[in-house]
C-alpha cells in the first residue's frame, strides 16, 4: 500500500526558506489519479492547505502562500516537495504531505507530519 | 476564500452515545465535503467524502449528510476509539478550506 514520508529540517531560521521533501512508496507518483499535496497544522490549531501538483508539474495552490510557497514534483525520484521561503515564527507548524484523490474531493493517505519550527 | 464553521466546537460524550457534529460553508459547496478524524499525535485520516460516501475501513456508525453549505457528521454507538478531533474540509473551490474541528472527548 501506498506509503507517504515527510523529510526536511527541524529547525529553519526566520528568513530562511524551508524545503520538505516526501517520499510516495508503494505506489507510482505518476499515477494519473492522484495529486500529491502539503498541508500544515500550527501548534494546537487547525489545517492550512498549501496546494497540491500533478505528476506532469501543474499545481493548484493557496493564494494566501503563493507568494512564499512553492511545490514541485520529481518523478523520477517519486517525490514532491514543498519550498516556503522568507519563513518566521508563524511557520512553526506540523506539516504533512498527503494523497488527494482526484474524483473523491478528499486526502485518503497521510505521511505521518514532521514538525517544523523557526527560530533562531 | 470559502470558510468553514463547526459547532459544538467541542462535546463530551459516552460510550454508546450518538453524536452529530455539523459544518456550514460560506458558500454553497454542493456536495465537496469530506471529514477527517485526527487523533493526538497523529496525522488526519478521511472517514467520509462526497459529503456522504464513507471511506474504506471506517465502521458503519458514521454516516454524513448534507449538500449546498449544511452539512453533518453522526457517530452512532461511540466507541472509545472515536475520541478524536474531526474536521471538514470543503473543495469545490480553491483555495482547499477546513472547519476549525470538533473535539469529541470522554464525559
Known amino acids: 500500500q501506498v506509503q507517504l514520508q515527510e523529510s526536511g529540517p527541524g529547525l529553519v531560521k526566520p528568513s530562511q526558506t524551508l524545503s520538505l521533501t516526501c517520499t510516495v512508496s508503494g505506489g507510482s507518483i505518476s499515477s494519473g489519479d492522484y495529486y500529491w499535496s502539503w498541508v500544515r497544522q500550527h501548534p494546537e490549531k487547525g489545517l492550512e492547505w498549501f496546494g497540491y501538483i500533478y505528476y506532469s508539474g501543474a499545481t493548484f495552490d493557496n493564494p494566501s502562500l503563493r507568494s512564499r510557497a512553492t511545490i514541485s514534483v520529481d518523478t523520477s525520484k517519486n517525490q514532491f516537495s514543498l519550498n516556503l521561503s522568507s519563513v518566521t515564527a508563524a511557520d512553526t507548524a506540523v506539516y504533512y504531505c498527503a494523497r488527494w484523490v482526484r474524483g473523491d474531493y478528499a486526502m485518503d493517505v497521510w505521511g505521518q507530519g514532521t514538525t517544523v519550527t523557526v527560530s533562531s | 476564500d470559502v470558510q468553514m464553521t463547526q459547532s459544538p466546537s467541542s462535546v463530551s460524550a459516552a460510550v454508546g452515545d450518538r453524536v452529530t457534529i455539523t459544518c456550514r460553508a460560506s458558500?454553497?459547496?454542493?456536495?465537496?465535503l469530506a471529514w477527517y478524524q485526527q487523533k493526538p499525535g497523529k496525522a488526519p485520516r478521511v472517514v467520509i467524502s462526497g459529503a456522504s460516501t464513507l471511506q474504506s475501513g471506517v465502521p458503519s456508525r458514521f454516516s454524513g449528510s448534507g449538500s449546498g453549505t449544511d452539512f453533518t457528521l453522526t457517530i452512532s454507538n461511540l466507541q472509545p476509539e472515536d475520541f478524536a478531533t474531526y474536521y471538514c474540509q470543503q473543495a469545490n473551490r480553491f483555495p482547499i478550506t477546513f472547519g476549525p474541528g470538533t473535539k469529541v472527548d470522554i464525559k
Open positions: 458558500l454553497g459547496i454542493s456536495s465537496y
